[in-house]
């Protein structure tokens, strides 16, 4: 916020003042507003790590504050989340061939901000459930931030 004041003109003694005042009155609260960031972000739009703590530093909130927001996502919620995000895909995607389904399906999560290894290992875990081809995936033993051997 300061920046945008800056922008805007505004001196930095009375930046550091508005600032200083709208934080004593509780109007300004970079914690509260990453938690909520996060907690929305991840639940309603689906976002993982990555695109939510790209977001927040867009947004000028600190390292440690999105940090400690993002430490209140743990990795089961955010498998679970990604594993929602694959299940309602695959149901559209159903007469897709399986190079063109994890090809998607992997893209979506990237663009949501997921990790490599948690992409395809929900992913993995999903299409065998839906009784679908898991043999383009690669190993199943990957460290979690691997990807599988280029095919």
């Known amino acids: 916020m300061d920046a945008a004041l800056r922008r805007e003109?505004?001196?930095?003694?009375?930046?550091?003042?508005?600032?200083?005042?709208l934080a004593e009155v509780g109007l300004v609260d970079d914690e509260?507003?990453?938690?909520?960031?996060?907690?929305?972000?991840?639940?309603?739009?689906?976002?993982?790590?990555?695109?939510?703590?790209?977001?927040?530093r867009r947004r000028g909130v600190d390292e440690a504050t999105t940090s400690t927001a993002l430490s209140a996502l743990d990795t089961a919620a955010e498998e679970r989340r990604a594993r929602e995000l694959i299940?309602?895909?695959?149901?559209?995607?159903a007469t897709a061939d399986e190079a063109t389904a994890i090809r998607r399906l992997v893209g979506l999560l990237a663009r949501k901000?997921?990790?490599?290894?948690?992409?395809?290992?929900?992913?993995?875990?999903e299409l065998r459930e839906?009784?679908?081809?898991?043999?383009?995936?690669?190993?199943?033993?990957?460290?979690?931030?691997e990807c599988p051997p280029e095919a």
């Open 9 to 21: 003109g505004i001196d930095e003694p009375t930046a550091q003042a508005v600032l200083g005042r």
């Open 32 to 56: 509260a507003f990453a938690e909520s960031f996060v907690h929305s972000g991840h639940a309603h739009q689906g976002l993982g790590r990555r695109a939510l703590a790209a977001q927040l």
């Open 87 to 93: 299940r309602r895909r695959l149901a559209v995607m």
């Open 113 to 125: 901000g997921y990790s490599a290894g948690l992409s395809y290992r929900a992913l993995r875990e």
């Open 130 to 145: 839906a009784g679908r081809d898991v043999s383009l995936l690669g190993d199943p033993l990957l460290a979690d931030d």
